[in-house]
């Protein structure tokens, strides 16, 4: 039902708050438990309150920029981790739920977010 999707997801927001998330290259894994795969670009941070959760979607709040992005690269899937950086909450596509202001990334650039969605499944 939406209220228990919702209600999922809003424990998910409290989780989240000052989360990591970490842009790589290539294709995203099977499953958030696979292990990465591609060169890990940057790492953004989400906000003190992560987000908000409307009709089965989490909306992110602002997302703090990498000022030097790690490597060069063409941003293809994301990982959203908990504050502590191990523990992941979810995955996702460039282009699809993650929104940048440019996918071309430069080592020591600097790496905007415009927009990170998820939508939990029915």
Do not use: H, K
């Not at 290539?26 to 990465?36: K, L, N």
């Not at 009709?55 to 709040?61: E, K, L, S």
């Amino acid at each position: 039902s939406l209220v228990s999707r919702n209600a999922s997801l809003n424990a998910m927001v409290t989780r989240l708050n000052s989360g990591i998330l970490r842009i790589y290259t290539g294709s995203q894994p099977a499953t958030p438990e696979t292990a990465a795969s591609g060169t890990l670009l940057a790492e953004c941070t989400l906000g003190a309150t992560s987000g908000t959760v409307t009709n089965g979607v989490f909306t992110a709040n602002a997302i703090t920029q990498d000022s030097s992005a790690n490597n060069s690269g063409t941003a293809g899937w994301f990982r959203v981790f908990q504050s502590n950086g191990t523990t992941v909450e979810f995955d996702g596509l460039a282009g699809a739920e993650l929104t940048m202001a440019n996918y071309d990334i430069v080592a020591g650039g600097t790496v905007s977010i415009t927009a990170l969605t998820y939508t939990l499944g029915m």
